[in-house]
């Protein structure tokens, strides 16, 4: 007898009802928030299986440049416009905007109001707290974890922690406190990832990832490492290792090779490859230094670094692709849990400690998962058949989107959490496939016009917009303009996952 299984990893499809063209959009929890197309609306939806439901429409103070959601705290944050100048704002308690004609709250961070209005019933409106920068922010990321929030700006990184203020014996609100400022001279990064005290930055063509560990209190531990250019090239060579820098547009003369001095844009340096895993990534010539601006009256940790990885990537001129081309995107921190500690919990109840810590992070052609925790080693190659614009990595599957495709892969990471918890587990009654077993895809499905990804729970999430502008369709625009949003294909479609 042959038994045939149903493999395909999509089950259906549905459209979410936007009333506006979407813009930006992120998932969380049991919501998706959309952006409109100009920037200074969201809107909430309850993520169901029969369909998405509308829950709510925020107006925003600016236009947004980027929104994510955190599951721990359910509060929204993101980077504005407004005027030229750039905010940090965090909404919370944004589910009492179902109501019509609610109350909206707007202050500052760590400014409480503790009136007479907060002694009778509960405050029951949405909060949009302000967060100080001393540069424009440029990316944020939510820990999954604890809930606290990273923020990349030009030459540092703010960390700010969630805390949960108790104003009277019923009543708490949240809040936020800047705790940790890492200082990362010349390096301005382009996605940051922050999950359980692991830091992840990365740029065009690099990223490191670094642990905060708690020392004992000790007055001269500073831990910072810096090393130059010039240095790396000149401890190179004294070692008799190879330089990790190249030279391009040097002049030969007979067997010499001689530099013009008066051409400087005939030399173009860049970085090889290169891979520094665990104690070793310390010496990528990066400096990280920390400054803790927590309330001083609070007892305090003394705080350390451990470089974890390090991955630099050099653009491949040889095949004809350029530097945009080459960048590296969709970095990530995946946290995985045990069956026992996989447990729904909200920002009152007590952290789950991950088992296993994954980082991923792609280029256009392939994506690279580590595993962090306890052994940081590299766990899996992807190698995309087209160009990768955005890939999501979950505990079950990779998710990849090209112009036209998206693309659902096999990933190990259960494997090696499996196998970190019990070495033995191979035997006659069970077994675990080794975590070095060969990734493949599993579906290809074809889309029209796709450009941004996100996933949730067995949800995938799609925004597509097809490119109509035909000749027609400019011809007749002046007459449709109350249609765009239909008329152009623009979209945002669900697609769920079959349940195992």
Known sequence: MVHVYNCHPFASQQIVPTEQEPGLFCCGGDALFVVSAGGCKIEAFLIAEEGCRLICRIATMGNVQSIAHSQIGDYVVTIEEKNNATYLRVYTNWRYQSAEKTRVGVRLLGHLLRGSSFRAAPKEQMEIIEMPLFEPPLCVSCCGVSGDLLVGCTQSSVIFTLKRRVLSEQQYAL???????????????????????????????????????????????????????????????????????????????????????????????FPKLQELLGEEARDCGISVTLEQTGIEREPREELGISYVLYRRFAPDFFQGCSVEETC????????????????????????????????????????????????????STYQYPEKAQQAVLSNHFLHIITRNALMCFTVRVSAVVARAEDPYIDTTIKACPPSTMEVCALRIQLFIGLKALCHVRNHVFLLTAADLESEEDTAR????????????????????????
Request: hydrophobic share 35%; aromatic share 8%.
């Open 175 to 269: 809040d936020f406190e800047r705790f940790l400022i890492l200082h990362t001279d010349g390096w301005t990064p382009t996605q940051v990832a922050f999950c359980a005290g692991y830091v992840a930055l990365q740029r065009d063509l690099d990223v490191l990832v670094v642990r905060l560990d708690r020392l004992e209190p000790c007055p001269s531990s500073q831990h910072q490492h810096t090393l130059a250019l010039e240095d790396v090239v000149i401890a190179c060579k004294e070692e008799g290792q190879p330089a990790r820098y190249c030279c391009l547009g040097v002049r030969r003369e007979g067997n010499s090779a001689v530099a013009p001095a008066q051409d400087p844009e005939d030399f173009y340096v």
């Open 328 to 379: 590296l995107h969709s970095l990530q921190l995946l946290p995985v849990f045990t069956a026992s500690s996989n447990q729904e919990v909200s920002c009152e109840e007590k952290q789950r400690e991950p088992v296993s810590i994954f980082c991923y992070f792609s280029l256009p052609s392939m994506g690279y998962i580590y595993s962090l925790k306890n052994t940081v080693e590299l766990v």
């Open 477 to 500: 625009a002046t007459k449709r303009a109350q249609y765009v949003s239909s008329e152009r294909g623009h979209g945002l479609k669900a697609v769920r996952h079959r349940k195992a």
